[in-house]
Every structure is written in C-alpha cells, then in structure tokens.
C-alpha cells in the first residue's frame, strides 16, 4: 500500500489574486511578460495537439470549452460570450481555467480567467500586431469601449509605442469610462469620436472589439486606407462579425488557428479557399508578415486555447514568484489510492492538501 499522498496540491488563483500579481508586476511588465510567454509558445505550435473550441450556443450567447495540450502540460478554459448580459450587471465575458500535469493528470492550477482573458487577448494582439503593423504606428482607432478595451489600448500604448487612441462606442458612457480609467498615463492622448468613421480616419492601426451577437458592419471598405493594421477582436463566433467581407478582400489575412478561425472569425463570410496565413508562421520566419508600407494586413483574432495554455503558465510562474493563491483541496489525497470510499467512511478527516497549505 502506498501511504504517501497520492495527489499534488492544486494552486487556486481568485481574480483578486491576479489583480494583485498585475499590481505587483506593474502591468505593463505583465503585459510584456505575457505577450513574450504566447510568443514562445506560438514558437512551439508543432509540439502542440490542437483542436477548434467546443461551443455551446443558445439564443442569448455561448459558452466554450477550449482545451489545449503537449507532452508535459494540458489546459482547458470555460469561456462564455453574452453581449445582453451587461444589461443585467454581467459581465459579456467570464471565464476560469486549469492547467494539469500530462504525466498524471493531476490538476495543479485553478485559475480565474476573467481579467486574465482580457490581459492574453491584449497581449496576443500586440504579439500579432508586430510583425504585421507599420513600425512606425502611433495612432490607433479603438471601436467597442467596453471590458476589453482598456487592456488593448494600454498594451499598444506600452508595448508599441501607440501614443494616441481615437474612441467610439455606440454607448457614449463606456468611451467617458474608459477615458476616466485611462486619465493618469501621461504619454498617451485619448480622442473621444462621434462616428467610428471620424475615429478611424488617419489611423495606423484599427482595433474593433465590439459586442453584439449579430453580423454587424463596423468597418466597411471605404473606411480602410493604405498600410492600416486592422486587429479585430470582436467577430469570434458564427453569426457575430464585424467586417465587412470586402475588408478582408482588401488585406491580407492573418489568422491564430485556421480550422477554429473559419467557423469563428470575420473569416466565416468567405469561400473555404480564400488565403489566410497561420500567424505562427510568421513569428517563426516561415512566412512573411507585412511586406510593404501601403499593404492592408489583418489580424483575425478569435482567441485561441494556445493564449490561455501561456497565460496559465504565465500566472503559475509569477504566482509562484510572488508568493500568491492559495492550495486549495480540490482532488482527495488518499492514503491508499485505490481506497477512495474510505472517504465517505471518514467525512471528518481534514484532507491532505488543505493540511499542506495551513
Ligand atoms: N478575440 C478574442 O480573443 C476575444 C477575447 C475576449 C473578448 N472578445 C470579444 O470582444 C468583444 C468585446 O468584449 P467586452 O468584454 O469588451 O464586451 P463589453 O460588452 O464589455 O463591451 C463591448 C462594447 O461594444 C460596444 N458596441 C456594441 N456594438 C457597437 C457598435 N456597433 N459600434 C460601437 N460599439 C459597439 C458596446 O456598447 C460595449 O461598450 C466581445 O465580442 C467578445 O466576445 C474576443
């Protein structure tokens, strides 16, 4: 019989934790930590099994599963997406999430992936965005003012040198919250617009991140000028879109995970065949990104469980480094493993784990 425990302690993260691990970090190390974390690991993508997300639509919204996995670690986000629910004091977007040891399933992280999605999606946009951007983008047009787009707007601004931002939301309240969250960095000019027209005039770079479950038309052709980078992060689910189709005829296309990006993305409105670049491609130096001033490229981001792998490891790391969470009994450590009902047989004992973190 083995006596030791047969179970690993699990670390649980609450979105507080996180909080406090980006206050500590400073966000933008953390963001910059981040975006070098995805970018290893999108330097990995062979040594990956990868599969398009498991979504589970209704009438109001959906709720996904996106699990990823290679030969040491696996994870898995639950993600939902409902553009009604603020209306009722939700959040459009909540999500929690677990990385697991490969060698015995044992999961050793349990992670709020809230705050954590909005700070890999930003991340990942800038992951993107450099290689595909102009080098010399300082003005951004950022339509959709709402949770996500603080955590874009910073990341441009910290992580490539964007130095003014143009606002429209259809909600003028969401733009007065965003520019009054924003008000202290200095170094950073924020245009409140009253057209998404008028904000994305003269801009380098064009980040949609809108919320409404319809094929909506944020960005028409007429809008795009040469050498934009359009980032949209929005159109992430079938029937909910952002572009209008000639706009990605007018780019060239990049994309996290094809198979998942053709159900998903603003790519959903085009034949089967239309050309798009996996990104990892790029960043490995297998294909080129942006190859010339005047070309239109855009970044047809849906999120992809490859970010939330990285952004778990990411937290477990730095948690680890900062001393932060707590070791939550999750999994029965059991004296004998094959004795599972003498639990049931000792309700009282204190299990292993929780006698581990006291
Ligand atoms: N690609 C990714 O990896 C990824 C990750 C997270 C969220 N998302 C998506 O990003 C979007 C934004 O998420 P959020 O958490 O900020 O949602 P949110 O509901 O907090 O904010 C969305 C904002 O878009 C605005 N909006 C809706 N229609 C508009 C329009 N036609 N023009 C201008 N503004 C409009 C709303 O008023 C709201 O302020 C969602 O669609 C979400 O699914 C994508």
Redesign the pocket.
């Known amino acids: 019989m083995n006596t030791s425990p047969t179970a690993l302690p699990t670390l649980f993260l609450s979105a507080q934790d996180v909080a406090t691990l980006v206050h500590r970090l400073g966000l933008p190390a953390a963001l910059d930590r981040l975006a070098d974390t995805i970018r290893a690991d999108y330097l990995r993508w062979p040594a990956f099994d990868k599969s398009a997300r498991v979504a589970s639509h209704s009438v109001d919204g959906v709720i996904e599963l996106m699990p990823i996995a290679d030969d040491t670690t696996y994870a898995f986000k639950y993600?939902n997406?409902h553009?009604r629910?603020?209306r009722s004091g939700l959040?459009?977007?909540m999500a929690f999430g677990v990385l697991a040891d490969v060698d015995t399933g044992v999961p050793v992280l349990l992670s709020e992936l809230t705050l954590t999605?909005?700070l890999?999606?930003a991340a990942?946009s800038v992951v993107a965005a450099r290689p595909l951007a102009r080098p010399d983008s300082r003005r951004m047009a950022l339509?959709?003012?709402?949770?996500?787009?603080e955590f874009q707007a910073l990341s441009f601004h910290h992580l490539m040198g964007i130095d003014e931002i143009r606002l429209?939301?259809?909600?003028a309240a969401?733009t007065r919250k965003l520019m009054a969250n924003l008000a202290g960095h200095t170094g950073l000019r924020l245009v409140p617009c009253d057209s998404?027209a008028q904000a994305v005039r003269g801009a380098d770079i064009v980040t949609t991140?809108?919320?409404?479950k319809t094929n909506?038309t944020?960005l028409t052709p007429d809008l795009i000028e040469p050498g934009m980078h359009i980032n949209g992060?929005?159109?992430?689910?079938p029937g909910?879109t952002e572009l209008h189709p000639d706009v990605l005829r007018r780019a060239s296309v990049f994309v996290e995970y094809e198979p998942q990006t053709r159900i998903e993305g603003d790519l959903q409105h085009l034949p089967a065949d239309f050309p798009v670049t996996e990104l990892w491609h790029v960043l490995a130096g297998n294909a080129p990104g942006r190859t010339g001033a005047a070309q239109v490229t855009l970044f047809d981001?849906?999120?992809?469980a490859l970010?939330d792998y990285s952004a778990l490891r990411f937290l477990r790391e730095a948690a680890g480094e900062l001393g932060l969470g707590q070791v939550l009994p999750l999994i029965p450590a059991l004296q004998d493993p094959k004795d599972l009902f003498g639990l049931l047989r000792r309700p009282e004992a204190r299990p292993v784990a929780l006698a581990l973190a006291a």
């Open positions: 993600v997406g553009p629910n603020t959040p459009t977007v999605t909005a890999r999606t990942m339509i959709g003012n709402g949770a996500q787009s429209y939301d259809t909600d969401a998404i991140v809108t919320a409404d909506a944020i992060v929005g159109g992430d689910c909910k981001s849906v999120g992809f970010e």
